[in-house]
């Protein structure tokens, strides 16, 4: 007989974990997922079997008790706050407490591993593992003012749980009190103060509902766990708790004697109504991949307490019991369909999908960056996601900047967590200075992540974009065998990685200066691709923007700093180039300008001088005590050749004097010789 039973809660998804013979009886401890709340008592284990055998459900005895609150012999208040969903009680005046708890409930108590007390306790805990309702029970000669107050705390105190051990509870934690001491922490345990013990005459029993997050997280922080806590965790039936309590009343009558007072209290101030949900078998059927029709979907359903109406050929109207707290949608139908069948009786038949290949042309484009960085000695670094809350406002990133978010945790785990970051600026100088603080130094990092913002148009209400961020400082070439001297990172090593990182792509870019508050002066550039769209950023950091940065101090050299928004990068067919079978000829230019004048502009009014230049790349750039202050050198090297003939010195005397009357005229520039 126990195997068959062992192998219907197998069958039925319920894995039994282990088993203890004791004398002529079995103990089993079963797999109870945290959506069946209603297994976690003997009669929801007897509904599964007595199903599975089509055999009648048992049921829970419906009291025949009145209910009038107003003239229940004690004053129960509650708060508007819905913290109390249900609460019945019932007074048993003239017990006797000093009788012996039968041999049947001893059994069943010590066997499933709870402590024989006395009577009233022991058969409260009997009922709550019979029937899954955790019950309560005050000594009513200790309340104080014959009132019962059930609220959230409004301040943080200490009391005496049973057993005489002291915890602290918080504001906002459900307790309940009389005019004086708090009774009971709702749902977790009770204090000393209203204990029911061997000399309690008159009783309050109480069947309660309680909020079970704020059970669960009350019972977390006080690190109290019960079987109440446990329960009212996981959900407890509310359509069932006056009866229950009844049920209880009349068994503490049956064996402690006493009088059951003839009126019942119960506080329902939002009454659950029926749990109605339309299915449809075609759906059912697709979803499970079987062939059932109305009539068997009606009685597998109707075996397990299941209230099912046909509406047509197709739909049926289901209630659904009021102890199946996991049945909302009809989802959940179609899943205990697919239960109660039987899985074994669904055929394994692999689905026939017709699916589109659709390139993730993001990912592709990782990789090819991850690619080239590690080619060129980066190392990659991974962070959080989340970043602390006041990150922009140390950046300085005035609200309506496209850099500010305020995309915040709900639930964050420390205020170190909190904010959804919507660039990767504070992580990469967060894992520099960590590094810098290890004595790993001259670094070259970069990061491949999402930035985060607000978007009401997504469902999710944000919006994700991956996005690479690059980071340089200290030496890049240390003094060594053949190099004089540390080669620190300039500004001009970032630059030459972007332009690296965006030839690879064969795609066009260029710098428009823009002020970034975390980049020092005239550092600061926005990366706009040919359709004019801002891709990116760049520039120099600011290092007393970010000094709230831990360890940020130790790093003495410059930091450079580039973001870029991968989908933006675009692989173009690239052009290919012929050299020229004709000698080119190269010259140099040192030419004096004045520090506001764009070096590309004089590169580009170099290039566009002739065709017959294929290149300008500027050498040195150098300050001296004979330079003024507002103005620098710039040794450019000019490139002539042609497809088609061999140039001469008289042509490209011709060409560069045309170029440099034409700088002279525009920028005011000065050849040094």
């Known amino acids: 007989m126990p195997d068959e039973l062992f192998d219907i809660l197998n069958l039925q998804g319920f894995e039994v974990k282990e088993k203890e013979h004791s004398k002529n009886d079995t103990v089993i401890t079963i797999e109870v997922k945290a959506n069946r709340a209603d297994m976690l008592s003997h009669i929801g284990i007897a509904r599964e079997i007595c199903a599975f055998k089509n055999m009648n459900i048992p049921k829970i005895n419906r009291t025949d008790l009145k209910e009038d609150n107003n003239s229940f012999p004690i004053n129960i208040k509650f708060a508007n706050d819905h913290s109390c969903r249900r609460f019945s009680g019932i007074i048993i005046n003239n017990i006797d407490n000093t009788a012996s708890t039968p041999e049947y409930i001893k059994n069943r108590l010590e066997k499933l591993g709870v402590n024989c007390i006395n009577a009233v306790v022991d058969i409260a805990n009997y009922i709550m593992l019979e029937l899954g309702q955790p019950m309560h029970t005050y000594d009513i000669d200790k309340l104080s003012g014959n009132m019962i107050n059930v609220c959230k705390a409004d301040a943080d105190g200490k009391i005496t749980t049973l057993g005489n051990k002291e915890a602290q509870i918080k504001k906002g934690d459900i307790v309940i009190s009389d005019n004086n001491k708090v009774l009971c922490v709702a749902g977790i345990i009770g204090t000393e103060s209203s204990t029911v013990d061997i000399n309690t005459k008159n009783i309050l029993l109480e069947s309660a509902i309680f909020d079970e997050i704020s059970v669960r997280l009350t019972s977390r922080r006080m690190k109290i ?5 446990f329960r009212f965790e996981r959900g407890v039936n509310i359509d069932s708790t006056k009866d229950i309590a009844c049920t209880c009343a009349k068994k503490i009558n049956e064996i402690c004697g006493g009088d059951i007072c003839k009126v019942l209290f119960d506080y329902y101030p939002d ?133 500010y978010s305020d995309l915040k945790l709900q639930n964050a785990i420390s205020p170190m967590y909190c904010l959804m970051r919507p660039t990767l600026v504070y992580s990469l100088i967060s894992s520099l200075s960590y590094n810098y603080s290890r004595n790993n130094t001259d670094l070259s990092l970069f990061e491949i992540g999402r930035v985060y913002f607000k978007d009401e148009n997504k469902d999710t209400g944000c919006s994700e974009t991956d996005t690479l961020g690059i980071i340089l400082s200290g030496c890049r070439l240390e003094r060594g065998w053949g190099i004089d001297k540390d080669v620190k990172y300039t500004y001009y090593d970032l630059l030459n990685y972007v332009n690296l990182l965006f030839s690879e792509f064969g795609q066009a870019f260029e710098l428009k200066e823009e002020n970034y508050p975390f980049f020092e002066d005239s550092s600061g550039y926005s990366i706009i691709n040919e359709n004019g769209i801002r891709i990116g950023f760049l520039g120099e950091i600011k290092k007393e923007e970010v000094k709230n940065i831990q360890n940020i101090k130790l790093i003495k050299d410059k930091i450079f700093y580039c973001e870029a928004y991968i989908k933006y990068f675009n692989n173009k067919n690239k052009l290919l180039k012929f050299e020229s079978k004709f000698p080119n000829i190269k010259r140099s230019y040192n030419l004096l300008c004045k520090k506001d004048t764009f070096s590309k502009d004089i590169v580009n009014d170099i290039k566009a001088s002739s065709k017959l230049i294929t290149s300008v790349v500027i050498k040195d750039v150098y300050y001296d005590k004979n330079i003024p202050s507002d103005s620098h050198a710039i040794l450019y090297e000019v490139e002539y050749c042609s497809k088609e003939y061999t140039l001469t010195s008289e042509e490209i005397s011709e060409i560069e004097k045309r170029f440099l009357n034409s700088l002279i005229a525009k920028y005011g520039i000065i050849i040094k010789k």
Request: proline share 5%.
């Open 225 to 229: 766990s019960t079987p109440s806590s």
């Open 271 to 403: 009454k659950v109504t029926d749990n109605i949900i339309s299915l449809r078998c075609s759906r059912a059927n697709e979803l499970i991949g079987c062939s059932l029709t109305i009539d068997q979907i009606v009685n597998l359903l109707n075996k397990y307490d299941f209230k099912c109406k046909k509406d047509g050929k197709n739909n049926i109207t289901v209630i659904s019991p009021p102890y199946r707290l996991d049945v909302l949608k009809e989802v959940d139908i179609i899943e205990e369909i697919a239960r109660i069948y039987g899985y074994d009786n669904i055929k394994p038949i692999m689905p026939t999908i017709q699916v589109q290949y659709s390139k993730n042309y993001v990912w592709d484009n990782i990789d090819i960056l991850r690619n080239i960085l590690v080619g060129l000695g980066f190392n990659e670094v991974i962070n959080y996601a989340f970043i602390p809350a006041d990150v922009t406002k140390f950046l300085k990133v005035p609200k309506g900047h496209f850099l």
